[in-house]
């Protein structure tokens, strides 16, 4: 068992929309955090993660060039920007939520 | 021999954008376009409300107001102009700019402009023809349980339109629902001459597609709006916008407005590479599909990133289409409380808010409560703390936003709002903005169409 590591200390986020998905750039900020996030960072256990909050299933798509993770979570914004009810339909701050997940490295 | 380049600014990002720094970019930078995006999907369902109430209107005037500044700077400088500010309505946009161009005594400018994206009227000739409108978000198979509510149905066009109004001399090319993308990958597929059809090319495309994704979204990827070094940009009250030079090789360098404030540097355009994407081999546009895998970001000066080894594949033989439909109407308020027990009146005030909705007719679709300053950003993963443990929070909010089938309802519940706010004392009363009117939801309906059934038609107007 390795130690728990917080989400914001290691990487940085960024969240847009289309439709009902919302996308999270999750950027790492050294290498060695990106070996890290890659492996340790699953559409299960982001799925898990959100869990009322995203519908439907994730994905999670590396970036080795950028040192990034693409995150894609279905259903996650309430409907959509048009059709949402939360204060940001967008879910810009998705991508900051999602920072405050723990993973063991 | 000098590697042929042309360079494209970005304007703006969206109709909610500032003028100013699309035109000091036009002044001081060596740049032959600037692009100017005014839609988002919220923005175009908005549009063709505007539309169906007013047959003149389903365009955003302030982009004529815009253009009477910037369009004379523009020709002087030999800077063309792409956009989509048609919106909803490019022809009512294209003779409200002529209108606006003759009063201001502005002549010798070319307009072009590109119909064709609005497919309204075509959707039920197409479904006879047996196209079916499957949401590609959610697998529904048809839209039969929409149609009766659709308000409009528009198809992201790519560069063909655009090119076609630069070979004809447009100075301004106006569209509607082009592409964010193709406003940028239009003039750089017309300037080298690149086809969609040749195998030579569609890496270049694809290298065009990269670059008007990191420049679309104006100071997004100048430290505008930034994750990483929010608190280190220079100057953030005067970004400078975006420029991507793109060399006939497929290599390009991306920068910004000389002497601005701001900053472009790796992380400035890796963030903005990864916003609003899905498979990241896999993006999808209506000229190509760009895979931002396997290119390369090198700091190479001040404000100066190199960005190489870009690649593509051929362009999608579907388009996407966005279909706006109506889908009730959504009503928000906010209460506030203060000091002492600021967190328990905000619950008192929910809890009432609920007993009453249980003695009412209207129904309430669906309802979002939150706690202001607690979780209305992110939502169930924070813990509201418990009261006993808040006593002292100087000030709690509480926003409540609710759905509902009709308009009436809506309002109905607006009316009635001070019978859960206003009986804790410590209530907040806000003299400044009265609450929120009811919102009508137009919901979106993303799907896809057979290029070859779209056909779009182009046209140049001098002024």
């Given at each position: 068992m390795g130690k728990k590591i917080k989400l914001v200390d290691i990487c940085y986020a960024r969240a847009g929309d289309k439709g009902d998905i919302s996308n999270i750039g999750l950027i790492a900020k050294t290498t060695e955090y990106y070996d890290i996030i890659?492996?340790?960072?699953?559409?299960?256990?982001?799925?898990?993660?959100?869990?009322?909050?995203?519908?439907?299933?994730?994905?999670?798509?590396p970036l080795d060039n950028l040192e990034s993770l693409e995150i894609v979570m279905y259903g996650a914004l309430d409907g959509g920007a048009t059709g949402s009810l939360r204060i940001d339909g967008t879910g810009k701050p998705l991508a900051t939520a999602l920072l405050r997940m723990e993973i063991e490295a | 021999?000098?590697?042929?380049?042309?360079?494209?600014?970005?304007?703006?990002?969206?109709?909610?954008?500032?003028?100013?720094?699309?035109?000091?970019?036009?002044?001081?930078?060596?740049?032959?376009?600037?692009?100017?995006?005014?839609?988002?999907?919220?923005?175009?369902?908005?549009?063709?409300?505007?539309?169906?109430?007013?047959?003149?209107?389903?365009?955003?005037?302030?982009?004529?107001?815009?253009?009477?500044?910037?369009?004379?700077?523009?020709?002087?400088?030999?800077?063309?102009?792409?956009?989509?500010?048609?919106?909803?309505?490019?022809?009512?946009?294209?003779?409200?700019?002529?209108?606006?161009?003759?009063?201001?005594?502005?002549s010798g400018v070319k307009i072009g402009s590109i119909l064709g994206d609005d497919i309204t009227s075509d959707i039920n000739n197409f479904r006879k023809e047996g196209i079916k409108f499957t949401n590609i978000d959610t697998g529904e198979e048809d839209i039969d349980r929409i149609k009766d509510s659709i308000v409009g149905a528009y198809v992201y066009l790519g560069a063909e339109g655009i090119v076609?109004?630069?070979?004809?001399?447009?100075?301004?090319?106006?569209?509607?629902?082009?592409?964010?993308?193709?406003?940028?990958?239009?003039?750089?597929?017309?300037?080298?001459?690149?086809?969609?059809?040749?195998?030579?090319?569609?890496?270049?495309?694809?290298?065009?597609?990269t670059c008007g994704h990191i420049i679309e979204c104006s100071c997004c990827c100048t430290g505008g709006m930034m994750c990483s070094q929010w608190d280190k940009v220079p100057e953030p009250w005067n970004v400078g916008y975006p420029i991507a030079e793109l060399y006939e090789n497929g290599d390009a360098v991306i920068t910004k407005t000389p002497d601005t404030g701001g900053i472009v540097n790796s992380w400035t355009v890796k963030e903005h590479l990864l916003y609003e994407v899905h498979d990241p081999k896999n993006y999808i546009m209506p000229d190509g599909i760009a895979d931002f895998t396997t290119l390369k970001l090198e700091d190479a000066g001040h404000d100066v990133v190199k960005v190489s080894n870009m690649s593509g594949k051929k362009r999608p033989d579907k388009l996407k289409v966005g279909i706006g439909y109506t889908?009730?109407?959504?009503?928000?308020?906010?209460?506030?409380?203060?000091?002492?027990?600021?967190?328990?009146?905000?619950?008192?005030?929910?809890?009432?808010?609920?007993?009453?909705?249980?003695?009412?007719?209207?129904?309430?679709?669906?309802?979002?409560?939150?706690?202001?300053?607690?979780?209305?950003?992110?939502?169930?993963?924070?813990?509201?703390?418990?009261?006993?443990?808040?006593?002292?929070?100087?000030?709690?909010?509480?926003?409540?936003?609710?759905?509902?089938?009709?308009?009436?309802?809506?309002?109905?519940?607006?009316?009635?709002?001070?019978?859960?706010?206003?009986?804790?004392?410590?209530?907040?009363?806000?003299?400044?903005?009265?609450?929120?009117?009811?919102?009508?939801?137009?919901?979106?309906?993303?799907?896809?169409?057979?290029?070859?059934?779209?056909?779009?038609?182009?046209?140049?107007?001098?002024?």
């Open positions: 890659k492996s340790k960072v699953t559409p299960e256990k982001v799925k898990d993660f959100f869990g009322d909050i995203v519908k439907g299933k994730v994905e999670v798509y | 021999m000098d590697v042929k380049k042309v360079s494209i600014g970005s304007g703006s990002l969206m109709w909610g954008d500032i003028i100013e720094p699309g035109l000091e970019m036009i002044e001081k930078a060596d740049i032959d376009y600037i692009c100017y995006d005014w839609l988002a999907e919220v923005t175009m369902s908005v549009l063709y409300i505007q539309k169906t109430k007013n047959k003149d209107a389903g365009y955003p005037p302030r982009f004529i107001e815009w253009m009477k500044k910037v369009l004379p700077l523009a020709k002087q400088k030999g800077v063309k102009i792409v956009t989509n500010a048609g919106g909803a309505n490019v022809e009512g946009a294209c003779s409200a700019l002529k209108e606006a161009l003759n009063a201001n005594n502005i076609e109004c630069l070979e004809g001399g447009a100075d301004i090319v106006i569209g509607g629902r082009l592409a964010d993308n193709a406003l940028y990958v239009g003039p750089w597929i017309h300037e080298f001459g690149w086809d969609h059809n040749n195998s030579q090319h569609i890496d270049k495309i694809g290298a065009a597609i889908d009730g109407w959504k009503q928000e308020l906010q209460h506030w409380f203060c000091w002492p027990d600021a967190l328990k009146k905000a619950k008192h005030c929910e809890y009432i808010l609920k007993e009453w909705l249980k003695r009412q007719k209207i129904n309430v679709e669906k309802i979002e409560i939150d706690y202001m300053g607690f979780n209305m950003a992110h939502l169930s993963l924070v813990k509201i703390p418990d009261i006993d443990g808040a006593k002292d929070l100087p000030e709690v909010g509480i926003r409540i936003c609710a759905k509902f089938k009709t308009k009436e309802e809506a309002e109905y519940f607006r009316e009635h709002a001070m019978i859960w706010s206003a009986p804790q004392a410590g209530y907040v009363f806000n003299t400044t903005t009265a609450p929120a009117k009811p919102v009508p939801i137009i919901k979106l309906w993303p799907t896809l169409v057979p290029r070859d059934a779209i056909h779009i038609k182009t046209d140049i107007k001098e002024v």
